[in-house]
């Protein structure tokens, strides 16, 4: 902030010394030559540093005031004008044909302008180009360059003429409203400034670099310029914060966006400021799944094949992955980039990368360095308004006092008609008598008490507006005049009147050239993260046994009847099944142990979104994993809102371990250690704990323990744990906690299940064998799932064929802890219930029909009985 202020007082010192008169020494320092006394044999000398000096600020302020920047009251530097007033002087308007540029160029540095041919041309051309000025001043014919920097054909080759609102620029300029002065040769006119019908400076801008200064003053909106000028022309004390609400900011012939707003409210107050311009994109998604960024628009002055090249020299140094192909199809009727993604790439990411590193998002630096009265100043918009607003009124004045001028001069020949009328036989005997003009005039003058404009009519007069309609015709006009005449002398009275007028002249101005505003203004940072962009979204993150992982919305499975058919939910191989289904938000933490007992850690958004039917991407494209290293469990885990303080491990052996959160909080791509596995043995489940729930582990074979949590020790990543269940030679299958849900969820491999209280499962030590958590048999098979629930969720029943059932649980039974259970999804003899998953409750819908439940055995709704429950290893010894 301080380096900016001092960069403000050098630019703001810079201009006053270019200001600022010479000093006394300064200009008597070189004496003025005396041929009387000259003395050939002497030698005049002279300070180096005072001539360079003085010479220095001739050639600065010669570059400042005829070159470089801009006149508040038009807009243009002198080669601008000199095109413009050329064009004029040639006839080329916007009503007639194209003229040869060469031949425009010619008249402008033959009579006005003694440079060379090369830069009037280009300063023509883009004066042509619609992605350069907001409102082109020049309609060109033929080549006059693209956005991707390439330049216009020779002048030999194209053509031009005035655009229709330039004509507004000139407009009036025959009526002494602007000074004119001699060319640089003495033998033409040439305008100083011209009237400028329209706020040109504001809504075109400009640019240049002078000695010691610069200016950039950026382009607005025609409509919203003018609103502006007449907000302030009702209330001089209009605020900078009220003007902003009339002028939005800056509308760049490009479109794009601004970022933000605060670089647009020091603009218009100080006169500088910055301002962050962005291209304007699209995400689409393609006909095969993957997605696709469609760029559509880009900030102001970027040379688009430039921008396109960074984007290829980005992919190629894989600075920016997921690229898959670069298209520029940009043509005639509008840009148009594509950006061709991979399946795994999120495009709002990749987009935000874009802004970041490519020229996609670039800064307009606003630097209002403008001329005043001849002299630079750095102006804010409402200075700028003023300056325009002031030279217009004057502009209206100066035409009002020009229409008086001539109407008077009209009157002033009609009363001596009048006279000549009223005397008909008299001065037509004067004129007859009299042997030639130069006698007839000053007989008329004595005799008829008329000047020498009026006899001088009075003889130039034609006999046929002596009949009685001419004569009438006189007396109407003189009539009329004196009525112009009262009306313009009022005008010229009336400030007020001069305003009204000015309004309605830019009223008109506006309903014949505005239009809607190109630039969007979005309130946002420059500087975002790549997760500012992605939305926060219920999602579930599925992975099959054979390791495939994708991400799905939370609604792409339509809650059904108990009982239903199901939809397809996966595309699978034959030797693949669904393993697990993870309800969790994009912006939660993806905590993912493998078989080894690594922990890897990754954003909700970072896996890759697929299709209900898609199978996904390899999870070992996203995690670096060992080449017999497999995924075993995932577990949300969210940063900001996470109340657990453990987490809690169990393997298929039964061993079970408590490790502090914090532990897993900086995993590096690489991953970290998470638990030590026996040889024998593997990662099952993992949840996490406040460190006063309760556990409950479940066997294959239908058996369960419950046991605190504050039982087990907390230790390391590294440690291998406890004993938590005898598996009895089998396998855990499911663990859940008190914290979850008070019932109880299990599902059998040929789609049985039922809920039970958890408060069913008495209280034991850790190691024991436990007791039925589900009776099993042949008819229900292993019991493969169990899950924690409130009984209002949704359940979500995947098979390993691939088939998937959403149905509410509030249509599964709660029986006892033994009985068998509800049929809960129809099962093939050939297929198994692989994963069960719990959502939250969605609406019901009816995309896909209901089957009929099937018949219930009302013996697999009995409690069964149970033998005498084992005793509890309570004295578990270490694994």
Same mark, same amino acid.
């Given at each position: ?19 600022? !008169? ?56 002198? *080669?601008?004008? &000199? ?23 010619? $008249? ?62 000139? &407009? ?18 040439? @305008?100083?400034?011209?009237?400028? /019908? ?56 490009? %479109? ?90 999120? !495009? ?28 630079? #100043? ?131 101005? #506006?309903?014949?050239?505005?239009? @809607? ?17 992605? @939305? ?8 099959? $046994? ?24 996966? $595309? ?140 087990? /020790? ?39 299940? #039922? ?31 169990? &899950?924690?629930?409130? %009984? ?19 249509? *599964? ?67």
């Amino acid at each position: 902030m301080a380096d900016n202020e001092n960069s403000n007082s050098n630019e703001d010192q810079k201009i006053d010394d270019l200001n600022t !008169p010479e000093t006394e020494e300064e200009t008597t320092g070189d004496p003025e030559f005396d041929e009387e006394h000259f003395d050939p044999g002497k030698i005049t000398t002279t300070e180096l540093t005072h001539e360079i000096r003085k010479d220095f600020l001739e050639y600065s302020m010669s570059v400042i005031v005829a070159r470089a920047l801009p006149d508040i009251r038009d807009g243009m530097k002198p *080669v601008h004008r &000199r095109i413009m007033w050329a064009m004029n002087e040639l006839g080329i308007d916007s009503s007639k044909p194209h003229r040869k540029s060469a031949r425009i160029v010619g $008249e402008v540095i033959g009579k006005f302008h003694p440079h060379g041919d090369t830069a009037v041309y280009e300063t023509m051309v883009r004066m042509a180009q619609d992605f350069s000025y907001r409102y082109p001043l020049v309609d060109g014919h033929g080549n006059f360059g693209s956005l991707d920097g390439d330049g216009a054909a020779a002048m030999r080759y194209t053509e031009a003429r005035m655009s229709k609102i330039s004509m507004e620029l000139l &407009r009036d300029i025959d009526k002494d409203t602007v000074d004119m002065v001699d060319n640089y040769e003495g033998e033409e006119k040439e @305008p100083t400034v011209l009237p400028s /019908r329209f706020p040109n400076l504001i809504v075109n801008g400009s640019n240049g670099i002078a000695v010691g200064m610069a200016t950039n003053v950026a382009p607005h909106n025609l409509s919203e310029a003018i609103d502006a000028i007449i907000a302030l022309m009702e209330n001089p004390d209009i605020t900078t914060a009220d003007l902003m609400q009339l002028i939005k900011g800056p509308d760049f012939p490009t %479109g794009g966006m601004i970022v933000g707003r605060s670089g647009i409210r020091q603009a218009f107050e100080t006169g500088r400021g910055t301002i962050i311009m962005r291209a304007k994109a699209r995400v689409e998604q393609m006909a095969n799944g993957k997605n696709r960024i469609i760029i559509y628009e880009i900030p102001y002055m970027i040379n688009k094949a430039v921008m396109v090249k960074k984007i290829a020299d980005l992919a190629k140094d894989k600075t920016i992955e997921g690229m898959t192909e670069l298209r520029d199809e940009s043509n005639m009727n509008g840009i148009r980039i594509v950006i061709e993604l991979r399946k795994d790439v999120q !495009p709002e990411v990749l987009l935000n990368q874009l802004y970041r590193l490519t020229p996609m998002q670039s800064s307009f630096g606003v630097n209002n360095v403008i001329l005043v009265n001849g002299a630079p #100043k750095l102006l804010g918009m409402r200075d700028m308004i003023t300056g325009y607003l002031d030279f217009q009124l004057d502009v209206i004045v100066r035409r009002t006092r020009y229409d008086l001028r001539k109407a008077e001069a009209r009157a002033h020949i009609l009363e001596g008609l009048r006279i000549a009328v009223d005397n008909l036989d008299a001065v037509i005997h004067t004129i007859r008598n009299s042997k030639d003009a130069n006698e007839a005039m000053p007989a008329l003058m004595n005799g008829f008490g008329l000047d020498e404009i009026q006899a001088k009519a009075i003889l130039d007069m034609q006999f046929r507006r002596l009949t009685g309609l001419e004569r009438e015709k006189i007396e109407h006009e003189y009539q009329e005049l004196l009525i112009k005449i009262a009306d313009l002398k009022d005008i010229l009275a009336n400030k007020s009147r001069v305003e009204k007028i000015l309004k309605d002249e830019l009223t008109e101005i #506006k309903e014949k050239y505005g239009d @809607p505003r190109r630039t969007e203004i979005i309130d946002a940072t420059a500087d975002m993260e790549d997760e500012d962009l992605i @939305p926060v979204e219920d999602v579930i993150i599925t992975l099959s $046994e054979n390791g495939y992982i994708k991400r799905l919305t939370s609604d792409t499975y339509k809650v059904q009847n108990r009982g239903g058919k199901g939809i397809k939910g996966m $595309e699978l191989n034959k030797d693949d099944v669904i393993d697990q289904f993870i309800p969790m938000s994009t912006h939660d933490f993806l905590l993912i142990y493998t078989s080894l007992g690594r922990v890897y850690r990754m954003k909700g958004y970072n896996v890759p979104s697929y299709g209900r039917t898609s199978k996904g991407i390899p999870v070992v494209n996203l995690l670096k994993l060992d080449k017999n290293e497999k995924v075993m469990a995932m577990v949300p885990y969210s940063a900001k809102e996470n109340t657990s303080k453990y987490i809690f491990f169990s393997t298929k052996k039964g061993l079970v371990k408590r490790t502090p959160v914090a532990e897993f909080e900086n995993i590096n791509k690489n991953g970290k250690i998470a638990i030590t596995l026996n040889e024998d043995d593997e990662l099952a489940f993992v949840k996490g704990t406040s460190g006063e729930a309760q556990i409950v582990i479940a066997a294959d074979n239908g058996k369960a323990v419950r046991f605190l949590e504050s039982d087990i /020790r907390s230790t390391g990543r590294s440690a291998r744990g406890v004993k938590g269940i005898n598996v009895d030679g089998g396998s855990v299958i499911g663990m859940v906690t008190s914290e979850e849900g008070k019932q109880i969820l299990t599902v059998t491999e040929k789609g049985y299940g #039922k809920k039970c209280s958890l408060e069913d499962f008495r209280l034991s030590n850790r190691g024991a064998k436990g007791v039925k958590a589900l009776t099993v048999s042949e008819k229900t098979g292993s019991l493969v799932c169990m &899950r924690a629930v409130n %009984g209002d969720e949704d359940c979500m029943i995947m098979t390993d064929g691939g088939i998937v059932i959403r149905i509410s649980l509030t249509q *599964v039974n709660e029986l006892s802890r033994t009985a068998r259970g509800v049929k809960l999804i129809n099962v093939g003899d050939d297929q198994k219930v692989s994963s069960v998953a719990i959502v939250d409750p969605a609406a019901e819908d009816e995309e896909t029909e209901a089957t009929p439940l099937p018949e219930q055995d009302p013996e697999d709704l009995k409690p069964e009985e149970e033998p005498a429950a084992e005793p509890a290893d309570d004295k578990p010894t270490e694994a």
